[in-house]
C-alpha cells in the first residue's frame, strides 16, 4: 500500500521495492534480494543512489533471538550500509513501540506515557530487544555517518480501517488477526507486550505518517519518534488497565493518565512525530468501534 501511494505522488519519479520473493506492484521497480545476504547487499551497494530509503523488513515479533539478531539488527546494518555506500544519506526504517520489549506481569515500562528515548526494560522478549539493539546501532550509524538523516519511527500496532472488526496482518504468515479493545483483567496476566490495543494505529495513518516521512526535508542526524492511534483503544481508562495487568503496576508512575481528562490519551509520547515530520493520527479507533 506505501509503495502504491508513493508511485502516485507528483515529484516521485521512480519507487524500488526490495524483497527476498518476487513481487508485482504497478508503477513499482522491483528488486529481489536478501538483507541478510552479504552478496546482494554487495550488489545492492553498486546500484544508482536513491534519494530515501525506507525500510519496513524485519522478523516478526515472535521471532527467536537468532532471527532478530540477523535480521532486525544484522539485516538493517546490511542495507543501511549498502545503500550509503551507493550515495544515500537519508534513510527511514521502521522501529517498533515494542522496543521497550514490556511484558506482564513482571516487566512494565517505568511510566506513561512512554517516551522516545525510553529502551528495553530487560524482559525476556527477543523482538524487543533486538529493536532496541537496532535502534542503537542506528545512534551508532549516525555518529559514523556525518550529514546523513535517520529518522527511526516507532510503529504501533496497525490494524485495519474502521468500520468493521479491527484485524491485525501478521505478514511473516499470512493470518489476520483480530483485535480487541483493551480492558482491566481480575487477575495479572502474563502476555507478552499486553499494550498492543492501546497503541493501535489505523493502517491508513502509519501509511501517511511514512509518506509524511518521505516528503520532510532531509535533517541530518539521528531521531526517534513515535506513531500510534490519537487515543487508546481501551474499554477502561489507562491506568485501570495497566494497574490490573501487571504485578509491579504500583511501580509504573501513572499520575500523567490518573490526571483529569488523561484517561485515554495515548501511552506513548507523540509530539515528536507532529514536530519532526508534521504526522498527527486522524482515525480514533476508541471512537470509531467502541
Given amino acids: 500500500e506505501l509503495a502504491i501511494q508513493l508511485a502516485a505522488l507528483d515529484g516521485i519519479e521512480q519507487v524500488v521495492g526490495l524483497s527476498r520473493r518476487a513481487s508485482d506492484i504497478e508503477n513499482v521497480l522491483s528488486l529481489q534480494l536478501d538483507i541478510t545476504s552479504k552478496f546482494d547487499m554487495k550488489k545492492l551497494s553498486k546500484e544508482p543512489k536513491f534519494d530515501v530509503v525506507v525500510h519496513l ?3 516478526a515479533g515472535w521471532c527467536s533471538l537468532e532471527q532478530g539478531m540477523d535480521v ?9 550500509d549498502a545503500c550509503w555506500k551507493a550515495g544515500t544519506t537519508k534513510f527511514i526504517v521502521a522501529s517498533s513501540v515494542a522496543v521497550t520489549g514490556t511484558c506482564s506481569p513482571d516487566f512494565p515500562p517505568r511510566s506513561l506515557p512512554i517516551s522516545n528515548d525510553d529502551g528495553f526494560v530487560g524482559s525476556k522478549w527477543a523482538y524487543g530487544l533486538s529493536k532496541a539493539m537496532m535502534e542503537d546501532m542506528i545512534k551508532f550509524m549516525g555518529t559514523v555517518n556525518e550529514g546523513s538523516d535517520y529518522l527511526c519511527i516507532r510503529i504501533g500496532g496497525v490494524v485495519t480501517d474502521p468500520p468493521g472488526p479491527l484485524k491485525h496482518l501478521e505478514t511473516a504468515i499470512g493470518v489476520e488477526v483480530v483485535v480487541e479493545a483493551a480492558a482491566a483483567s481480575e487477575t495479572t496476566k502474563s502476555e507478552t507486550f499486553p499494550e498492543f490495543p492501546l497503541c493501535a494505529i489505523a493502517l491508513s495513518d502509519i501509511t501517511r505518517c511514512f509518506i509524511l516521512a518521505v516528503q520532510a526535508k532531509q535533517k541530518a542526524g539521528v531521531r526517534i519518534i513515535t506513531a500510534v492511534g490519537p ?5 477502561q481508562p489507562v491506568a485501570e488497565v495497566m494497574k490490573s495487568w501487571y504485578t509491579k503496576g504500583e511501580g509504573i508512575d501513572l499520575a500523567y493518565h490518573e490526571t483529569p481528562g488523561n484517561e485515554f490519551n495515548p501511552v506513548y509520547d507523540t509530539k515528536l512525530a507532529s514536530e519532526e515530520i508534521g504526522f498527527v493520527a486522524k482515525i480514533d479507533l476508541r471512537e470509531e468501534c467502541l
Avoid: K, P
Fill in 72 to 80: 532486525n539488527v544484522a539485516g538493517t546494518r546490511n542495507l543501511l
Fill in 57 to 59: 523488513a524485519g522478523a
Fill in 231 to 235: 487515543t487508546a483503544f481501551s474499554r
